[in-house]
Nanobody
Framework: VQLQASGGGLVQAEDSLRLSCAAS????????MGWFRQAPGKEREFVAT???????YYADSVKGRFTISRDNAKNTVYLQMKSLQPEDTAVYYC?????????????????WGLGTLVTVSS
């Protein structure tokens, strides 16, 4: 599975942005699809995940501001981000897995995209 994330950019605080992650090589409709982020000097952290059946799970830091969704026909997962804050600045990565496990752990995911940079200015 190859993943291509896009949609990052430079925005101001309180702006919105939508990230996309297109999968190729395999249909991922039955995969768990997630988003992580990594700020400079920090470890990669969990943001959100979407299960094939429709359940979603968010990190507390983004709950209520970010929404994960998926379009199985397009083999794509999205991350709609609202009310962005400078602390949301990071490289955002999408990841997928067909296994069961701890969705907030990077090690749970088998395939990763290269990431897209989101910079939020104050």
């Amino acid at each position: 599975v190859q993943l291509q994330a896009s949609g990052g950019g430079l925005v101001q605080a309180e702006d919105s942005l939508r990230l996309s992650c297109a999968a190729s090589g395999r249909t991922v409709s039955n995969y768990v699809m997630g988003w992580f982020r990594q700020a400079p000097g920090k470890e990669r952290e969990f943001v959100a995940t979407s299960w094939p059946a429709g359940s979603k799970y968010y990190a507390d830091s983004v709950k209520g501001r970010f929404t994960i969704s998926r379009d199985n026909a397009k083999n794509t997962v999205y991350l709609q981000m609202k009310s962005l804050q400078p602390e949301d600045t990071a490289v955002y990565y999408c990841a997928v897995t067909a296994r069961a496990g701890t969705v907030s752990s990077p090690g749970y995911y088998d395939y990763w995209g290269l990431g897209t940079l989101v910079t939020v200015s104050s």
